[in-house]
C-alpha cells in the first residue's frame, strides 16, 4: 500500500497505472482533483522526471478572455475552479454550496480487487460546503478503466440535494467521432455515427431499466474507425436504472466522455452524514473497435465469478407453447429436446396462479393447481431423468392488478399519487424497496427453487418505470428499486450456489454491467429472427463475450418478423453466442431433428473456443457480406461465419480476409463439417471448398479466401487448425 497525504501539497505527484496495454496517467500532485494527463496506449516505463514533464507539456496556456489561470479539468469537474461545461457533481444545499470547490487529503495506492491489477483512492473534503468526496480508480488486467465517486453530507444538520455525479474521461482532439446505439422492442441496439462537435452529446434514459433504447457505449473516435483501424475510446455505465451517458467538447478543446446514473427529483437526497457512491463507470480504448472490445470481454472473463462451466444448450418453451401448459405436450417437448442434445429445458410464462395470458396472475408466485394438480415435479423429474438442467420463468419486479397479490397490497405497487401509472402488458411494477414485498418475492422464490432445486431462473422485466413513486412517501423510487432487485438476486444466489440466472427485459432492454455482475447471461434480443440477430449480437457483443448473450434457434418462420429462413441460417447464427432453441420441435421434421442434433453437436464440439477467443469482426466494403469470428487465445484455431445479409455487390462475391490469426502461422481452413453445411442450388463453394487451403496467418489477413456465392441471408462456415 502506498499512501500520500496533501499536507505538502506541493510536493510532485504523478500516478501511473498500466496493466493489458493500456497507461492511465494521472495528476495527483494536489490540492485539486486529480486530472487525466493520459488515458490510452501503454507508455512503457517513463521515468519520474519525464512523466512531470509531461504535465508540463500539457499544461495549456492562458488566452484572450479566459480566466487569469488555466483550468483544471479533472475527473470530477468543478465549475468552482472555472470549468463551464457539464460539472461532474451537481447539487446543493437549499440553494447554496451549489459550487463545490474539493481539496485532496489523501492518495492510496490500495490492493485491488480481481479482476483488478491497480486501486487508486483519493479522498477530498469541501470545507465550506461540508461535503465529503472519494474517488475509485481501477484499472482491470485487460487494459479497462473504472471509475466511481461518492459523496457525503458532513454537515450534522442539514440536508444536501445532489442532482448528478457524474466522472469523466478526457478524449484527445483527434477523435473526432461519435457512434453510440439506440434501438426498440425487437431492434435492439443499432448503431448510430455523427460528428463530435461542439457542444454536448446527451442520452438521458428514464425508463427505469437500461433500456432497449440504451446506448449500450458511447465510443469517440478518430474520423472513419472502424471495427480494425483508427483510435477509439468508449464508456459505459454499469447501472440497470436510469442513466445519463454523454459526449462534451468545449470550446477550449477539451473532450469528455461520462456518465452515471440519472437521480429523479429527490432521489439524490442526502441527510446528515449520508453516503450517495455513483455507478462504475467503465472504459477502454483500443485501435479500432475490436481492441477496445476484447478488452471489456478479457475484464468480463477474468472476474472470479464468470461463467466457466460450458455454456450448456438451452430450450425454453415460450415461442413452442406460449401460455398454452400441459404436462403430456411439455413431456413430449422435453423428450424432444433431449434427443437433439439439449441440456436445461425452461418453462416460460404461463406455470403460475391464474396465468393464462399476459393479463392476470404476475405476484401470484405459487403453481397453478388447475394447470399443475401435482406441482411441477413431475415435468421436472421427466426432465432431470432425461439428462437435462431445469430452469423456471420468473418476472418478480411486476404485477398485475388482476391478481390476489395487488388486491392483498395494493400499497406495494408503485405510483406517484392515487392513480395507477398507465398500464403496460396489463401489468404495474411491485415496490422492492418496500420490506413487506421484498421479503413476500424472496421467499416465493427462494421457496421454489428448494422445493424443485431449481438450475436457472428466467428473470424478466416487461415495462417502463413510469411515475415510479413510492406509495410509502410519494418520492421517486427508481433508485431504492434498482438496488432492491440487486440485492435480491444476491440473497437468492447465496442461499442458492450455482443457481444460475439470465437477464431478460422485453428482451434486450436489461443490458448492462451492473445486472451481469450478478447475472450469467443476457437475452439478447426478443426477436429470434436470424437477420435480424446478425445485427442485434454483432453490436451487443461489442460490450459483452458471446458466453453471455443468449442465442437461440427459433421457429422455420420468425414469429416476430414473419420472414422464413432455412435451418443452417438460423443455427448458425446462434452458433456464436450461448446457443439455444425457441421452437416447438415437435412439429419439426425427422430431417430437421437430425440437422438440428448436428449443429448442436458442432455448438457443443466448439464452444470452448467460442466462449474464451477473441472476438474478430473484418470489415468489408460490400455491406452485403459480413465476416465474423472467434480466434483461440493460443492462435490454435478459429471458426469464421460468411454472411450474406442481402443480395452482394459482386457475383461470385470476391476475397474475404480473415484477421487475429498468427501472421507467420501456416492454417489449414476448411469448410465446418460438410455434416453441418450442405450446399445447396442456392450456394456455390469456391474452388478451394473442396480441398481446403493452406495460408499464413499474415496471408488470410492481408489477402484472404475466394468467399461463397450464397443467396441472401445463408452462412458458411470455415474452420482454421494451426499447423
Not at 486530472?35 to 490510452?40: A, D, Q, S
Not at 472502424?226 to 462534451?248: I, K, L, M, Y
Not at 454483432?538 to 437461440?552: A, K, Q, Y
Amino acid at each position: 500500500m502506498n499512501v500520500s497525504t496533501m499536507s505538502d501539497v506541493a510536493a510532485p505527484a504523478i500516478t501511473h497505472l498500466r496493466a493489458g496495454g493500456t497507461s492511465l496517467v494521472l495528476d495527483t500532485a494536489g490540492p485539486h482533483l486529480p486530472r487525466v494527463l493520459h488515458w490510452g496506449a501503454d507508455l512503457g516505463e517513463p521515468t519520474r522526471d519525464e512523466l512531470e514533464a509531461l504535465r508540463t507539456a500539457l499544461e495549456p496556456q492562458v488566452v484572450s478572455s479566459q480566466l487569469d489561470a488555466a483550468v483544471p479539468v479533472s475527473i470530477l469537474p468543478e465549475q468552482g475552479l472555472g470549468w463551464l461545461g457539464t460539472p461532474g457533481l451537481s447539487g446543493h444545499r437549499d440553494g447554496r454550496d451549489f459550487s463545490p470547490r474539493f481539496t485532496v487529503r489523501s492518495v492510496e495506492q490500495t490492493e485491488p480487487e480481481p479482476p483488478f491489477v491497480e486501486h487508486v483512492r483519493v479522498e477530498a473534503e469541501d470545507e465550506r460546503a461540508e461535503l465529503g468526496l472519494v474517488l475509485d480508480v481501477g484499472l482491470g488486467v485487460s487494459g479497462v478503466v473504472a471509475v466511481r465517486a461518492s459523496v457525503t453530507n458532513a454537515s450534522s444538520s442539514m440536508t444536501y440535494t445532489l442532482d448528478a455525479l457524474t466522472p469523466t474521461l478526457p478524449v484527445p482532439t483527434r477523435a473526432q467521432e461519435i457512434l453510440d446505439f439506440t434501438g426498440r422492442h425487437l431492434r435492439e441496439r443499432s448503431p448510430q455515427r455523427h460528428a463530435f462537435t461542439l457542444g454536448s452529446h446527451v442520452r438521458d434514459n428514464r425508463r427505469g431499466r437500461t433500456g432497449a433504447d440504451a446506448t449500450l457505449l458511447v465510443v469517440a473516435g478518430t474520423p472513419g474507425f472502424d471495427f480494425a483501424g483508427g483510435d477509439v475510446w468508449g464508456v459505459h455505465v454499469a447501472w440497470s436504472g436510469n442513466h445519463r451517458t454523454f459526449a462534451e467538447r468545449v470550446n477550449t478543446g477539451e473532450g469528455l466522455l461520462g456518465g452515471g446514473e440519472l437521480l429523479l427529483p429527490g432521489e439524490g437526497t442526502l441527510a446528515p452524514g449520508a453516503t450517495y457512491s455513483s455507478p462504475w463507470l467503465y472504459a477502454a480504448h483500443g485501435t479500432g473497435l475490436d481492441e477496445m472490445s476484447a478488452r471489456f470481454h478479457d475484464h468480463l472473463r477474468a472476474r472470479p465469478h464468470h461463467p466457466v462451466s460450458p455454456r450448456p444448450v438451452v430450450l425454453n418453451t415460450w415461442e413452442a407453447v406460449y401460455f398454452d401448459h400441459d404436462l403430456d405436450s411439455l413431456v413430449d417437448l422435453a423428450e424432444v429436446a433431449a434427443e437433439v442434445g439439449v441440456e436445461r429445458f425452461v418453462l416460460d410464462d404461463g406455470w403460475f396462479l391464474g396465468r393464462r395470458d399476459d393479463t392476470a396472475g404476475l405476484g401470484d408466485w405459487y403453481v397453478d393447481p388447475a394447470v399443475w394438480p401435482n406441482g411441477l415435479g413431475p415435468l421436472v423429474d421427466k426432465v432431470r431423468g432425461l439428462g437435462m438442467q431445469f430452469g423456471l420463468w420468473f418476472e418478480p419486479e411486476m404485477i398485475n392488478p388482476d391478481s390476489d397479490l395487488a388486491r392483498a397490497h395494493p400499497e406495494w405497487i408503485l405510483s406517484a399519487g392515487d392513480d395507477l401509472p398507465p398500464a403496460a402488458r396489463s401489468q404495474q411494477v411491485l415496490d422492492l424497496a418496500d420490506p413487506g414485498a421484498y421479503a413476500y418475492i424472496l421467499e416465493r422464490i427462494d421457496s421454489l427453487v428448494t422445493e424443485y432445486a431449481i438450475d436457472y431462473i428466467k428473470w424478466d422485466h416487461n415495462r417502463d418505470l413510469v411515475e415510479p413513486g413510492r406509495s410509502a412517501h410519494g418520492r421517486a423510487g427508481v433508485h431504492e428499486q434498482t438496488l432492491a432487485v440487486y440485492r435480491l438476486i444476491d440473497e437468492l444466489k447465496a442461499r442458492h450456489p450455482g443457481l444460475e440466472i439470465e437477464s431478460c427485459s422485453s428482451g434486450g432492454a436489461r443490458a448492462d454491467l451492473g445486472i451481469l455482475e450478478r447475472t450469467d447471461r443476457i437475452w439478447a434480443s426478443d426477436c429470434i429472427d436470424a437477420l435480424e440477430r446478425q445485427q442485434i449480437e454483432r453490436w451487443t457483443g461489442l460490450l459483452l463475450p458471446p458466453e453471455l448473450i443468449g442465442s437461440h434457434v427459433g421457429s422455420p418462420t420468425s414469429h416476430s418478423t414473419g420472414r422464413r429462413h432455412v435451418l443452417s441460417f438460423r443455427a448458425a447464427t446462434a452458433l456464436f453466442g450461448h446457443m439455444g432453441i425457441e421452437w416447438d420441435l415437435r412439429t419439426a421434421s425427422r430431417e430437421e431433428r437430425d440437422e438440428l442434433a448436428r449443429w448442436i453437436a458442432t455448438y457443443r464440439r466448439h464452444r470452448g473456443l467460442l466462449h474464451t477467443g477473441r472476438v474478430v469482426r473484418v470489415d468489408h466494403p460490400d455491406p452485403a457480406l459480413q465476416v465474423h469470428g472467434v480466434v483461440a487465445g493460443d492462435g490454435s484455431e478459429a471458426l469464421f461465419a460468411l454472411v450474406t445479409t442481402g443480395t452482394t455487390v459482386w457475383s461470385p462475391p470476391g476475397p474475404v480476409r480473415l484477421a487475429g490469426l498468427e501472421p507467420d502461422a501456416l492454417y489449414r481452413v476448411t469448410p465446418l463439417t460438410t455434416d453441418v453445411l450442405r450446399f445447396g442450388p442456392d450456394q456455390h463453394g469456391a474452388p478451394w471448398w473442396e480441398t481446403g487451403a493452406v495460408l499464413s496467418g499474415r496471408t488470410l489477413a492481408v489477402v484472404g479466401v475466394q468467399a461463397p456465392a450464397q443467396h441472401p441471408e445463408r452462412s458458411a462456415l470455415v474452420h482454421l487448425e494451426r499447423l
